[in-house]
């Protein structure tokens, strides 16, 4: 106890004495400018053909073309920077993506940030698991596993047995591999959008494309691997034939296979750009507050830094949320459709 | 012309105002309403409050998620 109020006294201590340093930053760059916070938001929201770290530092990602008449094009995005044109290419000011000089898009598989994030978590993602799976392989049953082994052991078993098997029931293995893959890799992108440094930071289940993406996987998941009665079940549903013979209840019950999926991409989708934009907008206000002045700035600096961690450790809290209700949905949705009488 | 475009912005930003305070009541009405049947139900059988917990979590998450549906059409009609 004595140990938590001193600690919260000299964190209050190094804050204060921080100020004067930073109000002598501010009267040097009192010339450069209004704060555009939209630029700022959007700017971290949306994908770049470049990666954008800090300040001056960028990484310029290569940018991958292809149209009937010019072919096949490769080359790093800093040849687009500022507008420029490069063999017929430049970078649309509204859209930020590439066109060529008529306006129109290009067949474009760049590596942009977020693919280049996608490429992250995947090489993440497959090491962690390979490589616990291969401490299994050694050593099976003859000992229990500790300290990083275990953790990962801990949350497959947790979607192996209190997700895949209570929802889907018998016959779940197959899915298991399915459910596990988008559950990790849910929770790995929300996690690393949560860091604001290189490697992490990238959007990339804020992007409705990503969320898109999984939801498409769980659509095939539900139905390519269905058995004919779930068919029935939507097509001539075991209810009264006046509900039937107007197609009422098999038009609700076909739509509610497309709306599943697309539910599943807005919450995921919606969850996590807002929780985004709230982290940024807190963090945009010290800026736009030390552009009145420090006696404006410096308390709502203190106000936003105890918001954010306030909103970080929610966000936190809603990246294990949204990974963890996007897999048992789909998992009870698989159920429906494997075992449906 | 003019004052019929900038009325139409104008109408825009308050229609997606008023969209996102109406949904999030409806939002704070429903997790309201979960949290008081989640913490009656513990109070009626403490030993089952881990599964209680889990669940009251969960639909917070779904009445939450309906709720981010009226916020991604209020930001639709502020931004195209």
Request: proline share 4%; charged share 15%.
């Amino acid at each position: 106890m004595r140990g938590d109020r001193h600690f919260i006294i000299r964190l209050a201590v190094a804050f204060l004495l921080l100020l004067p340093i930073s109000s002598k930053s501010w009267a040097e760059e009192q010339g450069e400018g209004k704060v555009d916070v939209k630029e700022i938001i959007f700017g971290h929201l949306s994908d770049a053909y470049e990666w954008h770290i800090a300040g001056e530092a960028i990484i310029h990602l290569p940018c991958i073309v292809y149209s009937n008449e010019s072919g096949l094009k490769v080359f790093m995005s800093d040849k687009l920077e500022g507008g420029e044109e490069y063999e017929g290419y430049h970078i649309d000011a509204e859209s930020g993506k590439i066109v060529n000089a008529a306006g129109v898009r290009p067949f474009d598989i760049s590596i942009t940030k977020n693919v280049l994030e996608l490429f992250f978590v995947c090489i993440l993602l497959c090491s962690v698991i390979l490589l616990s799976a291969r401490w299994y392989r050694k050593n099976g049953y003859k000992k229990a596993p500790g300290g990083f082994i275990g953790m990962i052991e801990v949350v497959i078993n947790f979607i192996d047995k209190q997700v895949a098997e209570a929802s889907i029931g018998h016959g779940y293995e197959r899915f298991s591999p399915y459910l596990l893959t988008v559950f990790l890799f849910i929770l790995t992108c929300n996690l690393l959008g949560l860091i604001p440094i290189f490697p992490g930071g990238a959007n990339l289940t804020g992007n409705i494309a990503v969320t898109l993406t999984c939801a498409i996987t769980a659509f095939i998941a539900i139905n390519a691997f269905a058995p004919k009665e779930y068919f029935k079940s939507i097509f001539w549903p075991n209810v009264p034939l006046a509900l039937k013979a107007i197609p009422l209840m098999p038009t609700i019950e076909f739509i509610g296979v497309f709306t599943k999926p697309f539910s599943l991409t807005v919450r995921l989708f919606a969850n996590i750009m807002a929780g985004h934009i709230i982290i940024l907008s807190l963090t945009s206000i010290v800026f736009i507050t030390w552009q009145v002045g420090p006696s404006v700035g410096a308390p709502m600096t203190a106000v936003s830094v105890a918001f954010c961690i306030f909103m970080n450790c929610l966000e936190l809290l809603v990246a294990f949320i949204q990974a963890y209700v996007f897999t048992i949905l789909t998992a009870n949705f698989i159920g429906l459709a494997q075992h449906e009488e | 012309m003019i004052l019929e475009a900038a009325a139409g912005a104008g109408l825009a930003k308050f229609g997606a105002a008023i969209g996102a305070a109406i949904a999030v009541i409806g939002a704070a009405f429903g997790i309201g309403n979960i949290g008081k049947s989640s913490v009656e139900s513990i109070a009626r059988q403490p030993s089952a409050a881990g599964d209680i917990r889990t669940s009251m979590i969960l639909t917070a998450a779904f009445v939450e998620g309906v709720a981010l549906f009226a916020i991604v059409v209020c930001l639709l009609t502020l931004f195209f």
